[in-house]
């Protein structure tokens, strides 16, 4: 079977691009033909366009994040820049399936109708969603936009979400039924990741700490896990820093935004602590079986990190703010038992191939 995956690949997020790559992965093992389809947004404006094209944050985001796309995110469709683009011509790409998700992909206002595949013939080509997730735990439209949305929903064969709230959403809000499958990524355990991206990088395990804390507004736990780092002698390495266009200046050295893909799973797989406010971090801290602690960031939506640490069994690894530092080394260093983590995630992989294999 012919399949498209609409996600945000374009995105110089490493979530977003390592979900896509897992989920096209995971598809083209169950033995289809699969596509990614090349819808990448046009900025409108002169100086936003201008910020977008020749920012240090642009250049260097797509610097490190194009090899990634060009390399692993194939084969693409033609790109589209618009919706009047998909609209027109997108029947000309004669798929049998398409399927949206996983990230953020029904989060209104930030992602219009495309992702609810309004672009897509229904009478020839099946919709699915595969844990789709709506960002937050409510749903910010109530006129106009709800009602198409509910129209375009009805459509599709299937649907699956990432958090709990989604279910509720699709069922409240829209009438429809969903179910909860994994966040692609987590279809593979660690030795996917390193046979496929991290094979030759130098496997390298030191008393470090990593963090990966996202939100301008959050940037002063950085500077708190820095300093409790540096008072237990241990090494500090920032995955993210801010969005400004310079360099970051950490102790007179100057610390370049932007990682490869590649380099950001290998730095967390080299972690002694991972301390994270990111989805994708979480998964990446349990997959290569960190200590770590989740902070919450109500700005990225904390519900699908919510059920996660539920549905492993890892609700006491977060915490709402780095309070007092004896707390912190509590939670840090409460044993973890990934052989169960492992089976509750081998049970949870199991239900999402299954809705996987309904693809036909």
């Known amino acids: 079977m012919k399949i498209g995956i609409l996600t945000f690949h374009w995105a110089q997020n490493y979530g977003a691009v390592l979900q896509c790559y897992a989920l096209k992965s995971k598809l083209q093992e169950m033995g289809h033909d699969v596509c990614i389809i090349d819808r990448v947004p046009q900025y409108r404006g002169f100086l936003r366009n201008l910020y977008h094209r020749i920012s240090y944050k642009y250049f260097w985001s797509w610097l490190k994040f194009s090899d990634f796309n060009r390399k692993y995110l194939v084969p693409k469709t033609r790109q589209y820049n618009s919706m009047d683009a998909l609209m027109k011509q997108f029947t000309q790409e004669k798929l049998d399936a398409v399927v949206v998700g996983s990230d953020q992909v029904w989060r209104w206002g930030m992602m219009g109708y495309n992702y609810f595949l309004d672009f897509v013939d229904k009478y020839h080509t099946r919709k699915y969603a595969y844990a789709a997730s709506f960002g937050l735990s409510y749903w910010t439209d109530n006129g106009l936009s709800t009602a198409h949305v509910t129209r375009l929903m009805k459509e599709f064969k299937a649907i699956t979400v990432r958090e709990h709230t989604g279910i509720t959403l699709c069922e409240r809000i829209f009438g429809v039924q969903a179910r909860l499958a994994v966040d692609p990524t987590l279809l593979y355990d660690a030795s996917f990741y390193e046979r496929t991206l991290l094979e030759g990088m130098p496997k390298v395990s030191q008393h470090k700490v990593v963090s990966c804390i996202l939100g301008d507004e959050n940037l002063d736990q950085c500077k708190h896990i820095s ?132 693809i036909a």
């Open 227 to 358: 300093n409790w780092a540096e008072k237990e002698g241990m090494a500090y390495e920032e995955l993210f820093w801010t969005d400004w266009g310079f360099p970051a200046l950490r102790k007179g050295k100057a610390r370049w935004l932007h990682l490869s893909v590649q380099e950001w799973l290998n730095a967390i797989r080299g972690a002694e602590y991972v301390i994270t406010n990111s989805f994708h971090c979480t998964v990446f801290a349990i997959l290569f079986r960190k200590r770590f602690l989740v902070l919450d960031n109500h700005s990225g939506g904390i519900d699908r990190i919510r059920t996660l640490l539920s549905t492993l069994g890892l609700k006491h690894h977060s915490l709402a703010t780095l309070g007092d530092e004896e707390e912190l080394h509590r939670r840090l260093d409460t044993p973890i038992s990934y052989d169960d983590v492992d089976a509750r995630l081998n049970a949870l992989r199991k239900e999402s191939l299954a809705f996987l294999q309904e």
